[in-house]
DNA sequence: ACTAATTTTTAGATTTGTCTAAATTTTAAT
DNA sequence: ATTAAAATTTAGACAAATCTAAAAATTAGT
């Protein structure tokens, strides 16, 4: 039986990371684009990579990457099942708004309680996704892919329904709230400007002209 | 203007129980008993004494001890604050029991973030005693000395209210529980044996025999 | 008041997580 | 295919928080 039940929080950044960075399903994610994401530098990856191959979290190949064993994505996907469940109750419970809730979330999903979390699932009364659109994982490990898309890859006239943001920061998201656009909301695409991409679209009381830039950065799903 | 808003974890547990060893009120705690109390080495608080002292958080007199200045024993307060605050939260959003949420609450109570800590507040209605019956310091700092005492210092015959326990430990709170003695019962004392000090007291529905230590762990105000 | 016992501190070592700088490997370019 | 550039690893250092063992100071006993 091998004794994976102490990970310390700074193992659990890096695990979660390598997640976000697709290294699930075999992908061997670059130890510079970890160091780059968690804003430290390339010989402290490597020496937490060394760590958790030990443990059987990861699978490191030198000079290649790391990416995460069996045991490492179901320790993940617990991570992240805490971060988007907080997440989740600051804004329900707490009237935190979207902008605010990640940082404090951040230091939430440490805490090392089953209870804890499986009963702020159940005052939550088991949401499905966070308030950024993203899908919660279950106490089970069942991760639901979603089956959103950025806003700058929909068709002109369709109709969709924002969902989440790609980008979660603070500057974005509140260009987000000053211009209305809140999740599900309706969106329409009306035209697309060939010379820079920009979108002209229409919400539910009016219409605004958005940058490629904003339009990739927003999640929505087009209804049928 | 002194740096003092970078505390660690471990520097906030010492702060704590320092405090609780009465370390406020210049009275200075001996590093044994700090020691003792953490289950740590003596020698790892004199270290910790010292770089306490250089923040402005503890007065360190070698070989006498040490005791929280006014700035630590604000920054205790916060911390007790917060821990209270969330052992309410626990018992009363999430239904924990007695015993259950110490181990949860010594881990959130170090979560940083100030809105969070006045909105869980603001959520649970401000309230002014935790689950043990021990007031929760306000947000300006202000500390309510409760007028409690021991079970096992009340008169003969006299009735008083159940607000709360000295040890804290599990063992403890399932007596507590298994003899239907919970906060808020209201006891009469009708016998104190001098022989092994123990007392006869009678409770809502029943009689019951408890020993002196019992008696002595168990906080209850008299009515007037 | 003078030992003896206890308490506290110091000095040096350990672990975790990080860093810098140098060495090595891989990748890309001509 | 050889070399230059980029990425990665190694080696050695450092800070935080702890420990052990030895030294120093305080307290207590007679």
Redesign the interface.
């Known amino acids: 039986m091998p004794k994976l039940f102490l990970v310390t929080r700074s193992e659990e950044n890096y695990i979660k990371t390598i997640f976000h960075l697709g290294g699930s399903s075999s992908t061997l994610i670059a130890t510079n684009a970890i160091a780059e994401q968690m804003e430290t530098k390339p010989s402290s990856v490597t020496d937490m990579a060394k760590k958790l191959a030990d443990k059987g979290i990861v699978y490191y190949k030198k000079y290649q990457g790391v990416c995460l064993t069996d045991i490492g994505v179901k320790k993940a996907l617990s991570i992240i099942r805490k971060h988007r469940l907080w997440e989740v109750f ?1 804004v329900e ?4 708004t979207w902008d ?1 809730v990640h ?2 979330a951040e ?2 999903e440490h ?3 089953e ?2 979390i499986d ?2 699932d159940a ?1 939550l009364e088991f949401p499905k996704y966070d308030p950024h659109g993203d899908p919660i994982p279950g106490k089970d490990g069942t991760f639901l892919k979603q089956d959103k898309q950025l806003l700058s890859e929909v068709p002109l006239n369709k109709v969709a329904v924002c969902v989440g943001v790609k980008d979660t920061s603070p500057t974005f998201l509140k260009f987000l709230d000053k211009n209305k656009i809140a999740l599900g909301d309706t969106i329409e695409v009306l035209e697309k400007e060939e010379f820079d991409h920009s979108l002209l679209i229409k919400l539910a009381n009016h219409e605004l002209s958005i940058s490629h830039q904003i339009a990739s950065n927003l999640y929505v799903k087009i209804n049928y």
């Open positions: 600051l419970k707490l009237d935190f605010e940082e404090v230091q939430l805490i090392k309680s209870k804890l009963r702020i005052l």
